[in-house]
C-alpha cells in the first residue's frame, strides 16, 4: 500500500514569510507525528496527534509553530514568521496508535520522505 | 547535555566486516528501544526494536540493551556496501503516547 507522503518535497522561503507542510499518513493509522531534523542531527520531536485526543505539543519551539489534524487524516505543519533557523526537514510520521501491552508494532513509526525547507 | 548520545562517526568499515554502533542514555523509564536506517534525503525507516534487556537478532542485524548500563547496541554483520547509510537509535518510555527521543545519528560507509 502507499507509504506516507508530504508536500512539498522542497520549499524554499524568505525569512518572515508563512509555510505550509503537508503530511498524508498511511491509510488507517490513528497516531501522526512531527519530528525536525536539523544538517547533521538526529530527530527533534515536535507535535503527536493519536485519535481525538489533544494534541501533544510538548516539543513545538515556539507559538510561531502550530499543527493541525483534520477528520483524524491529514495533517498540516504551519511556521509563521520563518526564522533561518527554522531551515531543516520536516518529517512526518504514522503509526498504528497504542495498541494492546507489549503490541510493539505500536512503536513502528512509518516516516515519509520529509520536506526540506529553507529559509533565506 | 543531551538525553540520548550517540556518536556521529563517520564509521568507515569493508565489506564483510562488523559494524558495531552503539547509544548511551540517562532517562531510566525508558524502556522500549529502536534502530532506524535513514538512507540520504529519505526519511528513517524501522530496523529492529527491543523492550527491556536482553538481545534480539534478526537476520545480519543483533540488537543489544543493558538497562543497568544505560547502553543499547547494534551489530551489522557480514556488512554490505548497501548498508551505508545514518543509523539512529530511538527510544520511548511507554506504550501508549509513544514519542520517541532519537539520537543524533551514526554514518555509516561500507566500502566495496
Known amino acids: 500500500g502507499a507509504g506516507v507522503s508530504q508536500s512539498p518535497s522542497n520549499k524554499v522561503t524568505e525569512k518572515g514569510k508563512d509555510v505550509e507542510l503537508r503530511c498524508d499518513p498511511i491509510?488507517?493509522?490513528?497516531?501522526l507525528y512531527w519530528y525536525r531534523q536539523s544538517l547533521g542531527q538526529g530527530l527533534e520531536f515536535l507535535i503527536y496527534f493519536q485519535g481525538n485526543s489533544a494534541p501533544d505539543k510538548s516539543g513545538l519551539p515556539s507559538d510561531r509553530f502550530s499543527a493541525e489534524r483534520t477528520g483524524g487524516s491529514v495533517s498540516t505543519l504551519t511556521i509563521q514568521r520563518t526564522q533561518q533557523e527554522d531551515s531543516a526537514v520536516y518529517l512526518c510520521a504514522s503509526t498504528q496508535g497504542p495498541g494492546l501491552a507489549g503490541s510493539y508494532a505500536t512503536y513502528e513509526q512509518y516516516f515519509g520522505p520529509g520536506t526540506r525547507l529553507t529559509v533565506t | 547535555q543531551k538525553e540520548v548520545e550517540q556518536d556521529p562517526g563517520p564509521l568507515s568499515v569493508p565489506e564483510g566486516a562488523i559494524v558495531s554502533l552503539n547509544c548511551t542514555y540517562s532517562n531510566s523509564a525508558f524502556q522500549y528501544f529502536m534502530w532506524y536506517r535513514q538512507y540520504s534525503r529519505k526519511g528513517p525507516e524501522l530496523l529492529m526494536y527491543t523492550y527491556s534487556s536482553g538481545n534480539k537478532e534478526d537476520g545480519r542485524f543483533t540488537a543489544q540493551v543493558d538497562k543497568s548500563s544505560k547502553y543499547i547496541s547494534l551489530f551489522i554483520r557480514d556488512s554490505q556496501p548497501s548498508d551505508s547509510a545514518t543509523y539512529l537509535c530511538a527510544m520511548t518510555v511507554k506504550a501508549a503516547g509513544n514519542k520517541l527521543t532519537f539520537g543524533g545519528g551514526t554514518r555509516v560507509l561500507v566500502k566495496p
Open positions: 491509510s488507517g493509522h490513528t497516531a
